[in-house]
């Protein structure tokens, strides 16, 4: 093995969800040095239930992530449970990753899987609801409650296409455009899927015994519904990969090749901090990628550092 510093993890992987933690277990196994740093707040807390996860369907989110712990401090990862503060670059090769508090951890790589946040439109009753039966994922969430009364946020740019993929799920869906303007023709492909739409501002979601009853209107009508969705605005939480300097697409989203390595040599994105898509059977996957690819990036510095080490002694070989 090559002489690295004892002091120096092989990766630090920045955020401890599915895809940060499938990373080090993929790392762990291969016996590399890795610490994985996370702030505790995970995009899906909201959430009772984690479905369409092979094996996990129906999964309390925070249960896979304690299982997730456990598993890679069995293979010798560290685990920190902490805020990073900034990640720089440093003397010659490697990372700097100060932790709030003072704490610097130094790597080879990094790792950043810090995934996004969901940005909720400022109705009132959204936010008390969300994850409940204010909903985002037809696919996450979308079969708990078929068959009942949906309702679709016109909130988003997307949110016409998100009724209609919605349908799947209910005959009964209303659309509420709220102050967006719907054209022609989105008007005719919601006509066409049997999709009705309530004119007028969203005042607030009505909800009884903690419970989602409709949606009121701004001229007092309510709109009896049991679910209502709505399409987020969703920013990564890419800072750390932005100071860094990785390049991004024309979206604003940080680019990685299918592997999860960025422009910056060194420097992974995995999960939805870069893929704003991927839910967390596939978040985990993209972590598994990145680890197998990331430990074949270290045994390519190792081998050049071997070779070089015994091509030039330190000292002349006694044979």
Known sequence: MSDM???????????????????????????????????????????????????RDGMNPAALLEVGR????????????????????????????????????????????????????????VRERWGKDLLHCPYCHGYEVRDQAFGVLGTHPNAVNHALLLRQWSDDVVFFPHTMEITAEDREKLAARRIRIAEGEVKWLVVEDDKLRGVELSEGRVVPREAVFVFPRMVANDALLTELGCDKDDMGWVVTDGAGRTSVPGV???GNVADPRAQVVTAAGQGSAAGFALNHDLLGDDVAQDLEAYRNPAEPIVR
């Open 5 to 55: 510093s004892k002091d120096t993890y092989d990766a630090v992987v920045i955020g401890g969800g599915a895809a940060g933690l499938n990373t080090a277990l993929l790392l762990g196994r291969s016996r590399r040095k890795v610490a994985v740093v996370d702030g505790g707040k995970p995009r899906n807390a909201p959430a009772e239930n984690m479905m369409g996860f092979l094996s």
């Open 70 to 125: 456990k598993e890679v401090a069995g293979y010798g990862v560290d685990l920190i449970d902490a805020q990073v503060e900034n990640v720089e670059k440093g003397d010659g090769k490697g990372f700097v990753v100060q932790l709030a508090g003072g704490v610097a951890l130094k790597a080879r790589h990094v790792v950043v899987a810090t995934g996004l946040r969901d940005e909720l439109p400022e109705i009132p009753g």
């Open 268 to 270: 992974w994105a995995v």
